[in-house]
């Protein structure tokens, strides 16, 4: 049984879309990949506000989270933890046998700049990693006066993981210096999960030349370099996501990024509106996600039945992420969706719920 | 302009899966996803003759291929080379800084078991990778001879690269004792790409606890214990290929396995005989590849001009791989094509060539 998606990945996808996977296939080696990677390409560059190569991986997102430390670090990586998703980089960070060291704060709570900027002034460091937006959490984390920070220190590479507000909000990724910046397409991009994108700049390509160990399948220079001037991808890549991803790209573009951004925005305060009337927002106040409101469930009810309810006449939302789980709930506002279907959902909790 | 597929990879999708790749989406880690896992899994392990865990990997061949040597050495691989695809394997090995030495024969030339038994007798290896079925070359190395002579080396894991042959070619993974056996599903298997697939022995596990390093996104304890259990995979999957994988399976089921097989022995014995007729067969005698067929161009004509003409009436076939193009040509019989077709192709091919 269908259910349209309220949880933070992967999101609704629109029917079109899902009708755009059953393309043929062609050959990755062939002028029609070729002319398909140079029409996606430079919509992807727009969308992101960046002139940086872009890395079209057939993985998920935590693979280019793997990929960008294995790349961008060859002496000590500060991994910004504060919640599930930057507590994995920094696991990942550590199963590559890197150097690192963590600024670490409570779940819920942000990172903020002068945190950073403490660690950074050691000298220690090559490269940080940021997580944009916490999934597990609800909480978004100041890029804007983070990546002002970052300016300090123009020999620190710049790590985002926008996994889950990449398309969801506005990230210019150029404006703020960012030279890795990256997501799955499977959250506010609205596409099947199976590809991962990323913004990758001149000064991170150039330090993984002098970085040793990296591997093939996530190796910059040979994807930016070797093939990126024959328009194809190191591997054979999911040919289906990637056009998928240009009618999608199309869409986006037809609605404006600023609408796109701004449809996240309302359908977020909509979400917290309603929470704070009948519950409490999680994470630490200013720091409000657009993209998933993580929810205190101060009532107490059964999130696991109110879930299995909404299941039957067809929505789903999420509970806590795992330690989470119960305590708190999440409701994306994610991709596709609009206000309309949120409110079709708030009345349908209200309803469950007798709120 | 659609055209139908002749190459050694995408293979023609039959529309019934392409239009499965339009499955909506549920979440990865819902109990749907679990049911779905937990239909494929045991069928590709029916399919696989054998009884290890399968890791289901959002990424291509070649993602695979770096896991097994991540994951399966800390002392020094054995890379068997033949071709483009296993002096890869021979550059992922080198890339990943792991100890490695070669055993190289000309292209188009097998890797025989005594030259395997002589490197391995000197006790320094603990892994070796081995391709089975040479893409590049349109050569199928003797599987089953190596496989004699990895029994008297239970210490060195046996890393097989199945990834023209698998589902074309049976190979009993449990018999020949295979501890990793990877492949693409868009080959043989007949899907689009973006996944990969491989059978795990629980030697090759025990090996990866004891190696550091290997990185997270394709780490198989992760995968093959903590996951396993709940029938999820470490990180979001791309569930559209799980879907069609599901639906592919039976189809091949109901084909049968030894139908599948002998199929795809008749459709390379008919284009053999038609190569040994007008041209000449690329690979050494007696390891002519069951899936691809590799020709010496001897009459020398243009197979740019006639791949052009081919895809005027919607066909495609490969020119030789990389150094090889022009001077030889290939013509896969992957995946779900039929002799008809083949036998379509080929008498295409007499008419614009005039044999």
């Not at 060291?101 to 779940?107: I, N, P």
């Not at 020999?155 to 703020?176: H, P, R, T």
């Not at 596409?191 to 990758?200: E, F, K, M």
Request: charged share 25%.
């Amino acid at each position: 049984m269908r259910r349209k998606l309220f949880i933070p990945g992967p999101t609704e996808v629109r029917d079109e879309i899902l009708e755009a996977m059953s393309i043929y296939m062609f050959g990755h080696r062939s002028s029609d990949f070729s002319e398909l990677f140079n029409r996606v390409v430079p919509k992807v560059q727009k969308a992101l506000y960046t002139g940086n190569k872009i890395f079209l991986a057939t993985s998920s997102s935590t693979g280019l989270m793997e990929a960008s430390v294995r790349n961008c670090s060859n002496k000590k990586v500060l991994n910004c933890m504060c919640g599930a998703f930057s507590d994995r980089w920094n696991g990942i960070t550590k199963a590559c046998n890197l150097e690192c060291d963590q600024l670490k704060v409570e779940w819920g709570k942000a990172i903020k700049p002068e945190m950073v900027d403490e660690k950074l002034s050691t000298g220690e460091f090559d490269a940080i990693t940021f997580v944009h937006n916490e999934t597990s959490t609800g909480l978004m984390n100041p890029l804007e006066e983070i990546a002002e920070v970052m300016k300090k220190y123009p020999d620190v590479l710049f790590l985002v993981d926008a996994v889950s507000s990449m398309m969801g909000v506005k990230i210019e990724v150029d404006k703020l210096g960012i030279d890795v910046c990256l997501a799955g397409v499977q959250k506010c991009w609205a596409l099947p999960p199976g590809l991962a994108i990323a913004s990758v700049s001149e000064k991170a390509i150039e330090k993984s030349k002098q970085v040793t160990g990296k591997g093939y399948y996530f190796d910059f220079v040979t994807m930016l370099e070797k093939y990126w001037d024959k328009s194809q991808t190191t591997t054979t890549p999911t040919i289906t996501h990637i056009y998928a991803l240009d009618k999608q790209l199309d869409r986006i573009f037809a609605e404006g990024l600023d609408n796109r951004f701004n449809r996240h925005l309302q359908m977020a305060n909509y979400v917290r509106d309603w929470a704070n009337q009948y519950f409490e927002m999680f994470p630490e106040e200013g720091y409000w996600s657009n993209t998933v409101s993580c929810i205190k469930n101060t009532r107490g009810i059964s999130i696991k039945d109110l879930n299995k309810e909404l299941g039957n006449r067809g929505y789903t939302i999420s509970n806590g992420y795992g330690k989470m789980k119960e305590e708190t709930f999440r409701i994306a506002t994610m991709g596709d969706l609009t206000l309309d279907e949120i409110k079709e959902l708030i009345d349908l909790i209200n309803e469950i719920a007798q709120l």
